[in-house]
């Protein structure tokens, strides 16, 4: 059995990312390290519980004693790095938090990683010949699109938040490791996911559980921003993918080619949840007599995000072609899947 170290695995794509990958690749035990932050959740990870080849540790990836303990003990033969801190407006509030973790924590990873399997530069040890670093990184490295661009692994980077800046920085660290020592590494950058287990913080869950309450939902500036979305175990897919049969050195690009303004996204939901749970807060008064409403009607437009990235769109072509990736969820698909999911989590802040 080979033991890999999984950071950040109690989180939205992790926690979704390891009972995939436990299920599929049956020569891995996983070790789980996540700080369990608000964003970190072990009740994400019920269904391995029970496993034998899982196991969970508590701990900071900025500690570098306690990834070294890690490495030692459990002789990691492998890295999945999903531990970040993610939300860009919490990165424009507290930048500092975002640098300390992603850039710090995964030169503290890469590192002890390079001293463990390897001699000195371009040499391996001899047990350690096959093992690899990889970094789960994000399109927002690639800042903003025009009309009708799309990110490829080629693109030029320019970050144009905190959280985008600290993550490109954890990518060129980990690019140069594989340059400057010989180290194994993978990078894949992703569009936004969605899915299952998904903090309520995020767009998706946001509108799911305000509508659900009645309450506003609240929709940046004009809601003509443009993501590419990519549901979650697609993405995961793809990571499982990669780590086994990707080329050392390279990036690779996932990406669900599923474009939608923000507005299309909230429609969407509303549309879903109009039909699937209409609640009796679901109504309006005309003429004196209540009618059905739409959730629609809490849909409210505030102030835009400073910074905020007009378009993100991937080119996934590469890993389709090289690999044999395909996303099996289009966002149709996808969004009813992630609905039905949020609607056993909130249904109670419906009366």
Request: charged fraction near 25%.
């Amino acid at each position: 059995m080979i033991n890999i170290l999984v950071t950040g695995g109690a989180g939205f794509i992790g926690s979704n990312f390891i009972p995939y990958f436990l299920d599929r690749y049956k020569a891995y035990n996983i070790i789980n390290i996540d700080l369990l932050t608000y964003a970190g959740n072990v009740e994400n990870l019920k269904e391995c519980e029970t496993s034998q080849r899982y196991k969970f540790i508590k701990g900071n990836i900025c500690n570098r004693e306690l990834i070294e303990f890690i490495f030692k003990e459990y002789d990691i033969q492998g890295v999945i790095h999903f531990a970040a801190e993610s939300h860009v407006d919490n990165s424009i509030k507290d930048p500092g938090k975002f640098i300390k973790t992603n850039v710090e924590g995964t030169f503290v990873l890469i590192d002890t990683a390079y001293k463990y399997w390897m001699n000195k530069p371009f040499s391996y040890k001899s047990k350690y010949q096959k093992c690899r670093f990889h970094h789960i990184s994000t399109d927002e490295v690639y800042g903003t699109l025009n009309e009708t661009d799309l990110f490829t692994e080629n693109s030029p980077y320019a970050p144009n938040s905190p959280y985008s800046a600290s993550k490109a920085s954890a990518d060129m660290i980990v690019r140069s490791y594989q340059e400057t020592y010989g180290l194994n590494t993978l990078i894949t950058n992703c569009s936004n996911n969605y899915g299952p287990k998904q903090h309520n913080e995020k767009l998706i869950p946001t509108i799911i559980r305000k509508a659900l309450a009645g309450e506003l939902v609240p929709i940046y500036g004009d809601g003509k921003n443009i993501r590419d979305w990519l549901y979650v175990l697609d993405h995961c897919k793809g990571i499982g993918l990669v780590f086994q049969t990707g080329v050392e050195s390279n990036v690779y690009n996932i990406g669900g080619r599923n474009e939608r303004t923000n507005l299309e996204i909230v429609d969407k939901v509303c549309s879903i949840l109009d039909e699937q749970l209409p609640c009796k807060h679901n109504t309006k008064l005309v003429n004196n007599s209540f009618i059905k409403s739409s959730y629609r009607d809490l849909v409210t437009f505030v102030g835009d995000r400073p910074g905020h990235d007009k378009r993100y769109a991937i080119d996934a072509t590469k890993i389709e072609v090289e690999l044999g990736w395909k996303a099996d969820e289009d966002f149709n698909s996808g969004i009813e899947k992630t609905i039905k999911w949020y609607l056993d989590e909130y249904k109670q802040l419906c009366p």
